[in-house]
């Protein structure tokens, strides 16, 4: 078995203009009531580097107990498909762009065994404790795959948005929301078995559109939303986590029957166009620079900002809708016109 290895998405900046926040420091109000210290925004209809995300490359051995087949999470599946221009969101050839996660028809056969080639990038940060977090997704129409957008500590704490391709191009489409936690664990990770489940219909199609996927985690509640419109909430002490971890997306397939069904016939392809997540950090050195940071621009206007929803248009299709003021409240957005400027604000550090 190949040791789990991790390479960063790295490559150059497609476009040099960017909007960024405006200030800030003093961190992000969400419905006049949460406040959170800390912000990741990657469009990735714009840019192929970043130092946020790091792609992963890593085995599950078939396991006939398990599944038909194992998976194996390869860096080949993950591809950019840049804009072909500052203002579009369409590749050069005509398609939505973005980071393109594949699940491959083709199998692999080696010492693992059978394996459905998958892909998977997650947050180099791992001290991500609360927040409201987006994404932006396109769901494939090739059943036989599972697409998800989660934040994960270890199988008991872990908070779940999953798209079952068998179900992403019915009209209604569904979404499996769900908290993993220890009775899920003891039930061997099915959490259809527990009350931290739920299979919601969607108001779109999933596979014929980008849509914003999100989930807003706080100590007592995770709540989850498309497109900005409530859909669930799951209580209760025993399902929502209380850990700090990373955000994850993938792409994947075991050809297991009550899951992802597959593996699919021909390669599936998930669209990622942006992931914006406003959060709170463990990371005692991070909260220390956020007081101090604070501290020094406290009476500025713009020291605090305001988060509306959905977190930003969703598609070029759907520009006519204004769908996010960043400070509205107490700021406002500001354009950088600079390489240098744009990529260490948006990143904080970068190439
Ligand atoms: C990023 O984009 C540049 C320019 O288009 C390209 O040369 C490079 O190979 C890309 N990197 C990745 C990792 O796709
Ligand atoms: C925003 O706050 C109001 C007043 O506290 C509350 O009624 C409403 O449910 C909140 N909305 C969301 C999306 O949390
Ligand atoms: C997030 O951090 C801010 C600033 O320290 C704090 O006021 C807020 O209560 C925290 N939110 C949660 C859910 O812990
Ligand atoms: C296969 O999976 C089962 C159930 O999780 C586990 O008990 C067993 O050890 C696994 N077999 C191998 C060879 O890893
Ligand atoms: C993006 O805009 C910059 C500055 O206006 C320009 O130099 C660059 O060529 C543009 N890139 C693309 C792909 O259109
Ligand atoms: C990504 O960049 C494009 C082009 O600048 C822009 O139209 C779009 O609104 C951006 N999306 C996000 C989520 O930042
Ligand atoms: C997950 O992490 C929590 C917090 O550290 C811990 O209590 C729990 O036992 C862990 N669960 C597993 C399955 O390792
Ligand atoms: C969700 O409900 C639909 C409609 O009943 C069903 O086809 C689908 O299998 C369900 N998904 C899960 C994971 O149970």
């Keep these: 078995m190949k040791t789990p290895r991790e390479a960063l998405l790295l490559g150059t900046l497609l476009s ?3 909007y960024v926040f405006a ?9 006049n009531t949460a406040l959170w210290t800390s912000t990741l925004h990657t469009n990735f209809t714009q840019v192929n580097t970043t130092n946020d995300w790091a792609v992963q490359e890593r085995i599950s051995p078939q396991n006939a107990t398990v599944a038909p087949y194992g998976i194996t999470r390869e860096i080949r599946n993950v591809e950019f498909n ?7 969101l369409k590749a050069k050839d005509g398609s939505q762009a973005g980071l ?3 699940v491959r028809s083709k199998l692999e056969t080696g010492s693992d065994g059978t394996l459905v080639p998958a892909a998977e990038i997650r947050t180099t940060r791992r001290d991500i404790q609360y927040g409201s977090f987006r994404a932006g997704i396109h769901a494939t ?4 795959t599972c697409g998800a957008f989660f934040w994960y500590l ?3 704490q872990e908070i779940d948005m999953e798209l079952l391709s068998a179900g992403t191009s019915s009209n209604p489409s569904y979404l499996d929301l769900s908290l993993q936690s220890e009775q899920s664990f003891l039930n061997g990770g099915n959490v259809e078995l527990t009350p931290a489940f739920k299979n919601a219909s969607l108001p779109f199609i999933a596979s014929e559109g980008t849509h914003e996927y999100r989930f807003d985690w706080t100590p007592n509640k995770v709540s989850f939303y498309v497109d900005g419109s409530w859909l669930y909430d799951m209580t209760g002490s025993a399902y929502v986590p209380i850990s700090s971890g990373q955000l994850i997306l993938n792409h994947w397939s075991n050809g297991n029957a009550g899951w992802s069904g597959g593996p699919p016939k021909a390669d599936a392809k998930m669209t990622v166009t942006y992931v914006t997540a406003y959060f709170n950090s463990t990371d005692a050195q991070s909260n220390a620079n956020f007081q101090q940071t604070c501290r020094s621009r406290a009476t500025q206007p713009d020291a605090m900002c305001a988060i509306l929803s959905p977190a930003f248009p969703l598609s070029s299709g759907s520009s006519g809708r204004v769908a996010f003021r960043m400070g509205s409240l107490f700021g406002s957005w500001r354009p950088v016109f600079t390489v240098a400027g744009f990529l260490y604000v948006l990143f904080d550090v970068c190439v």
Aim: hydrophobic share 25%; with cysteine.
């Design 154 to 156: 270890n199988d008991t």
């Design 100 to 102: 393109l996660l594949y």
């Design 23 to 31: 200030a800030c420091e003093c961190g992000y109000i969400q419905n």
């Design 16 to 18: 040099p203009i960017g």
């Design 141 to 144: 129409n090739v059943k036989g």
């Design 82 to 88: 840049p804009a072909s221009s500052n203002d579009s």
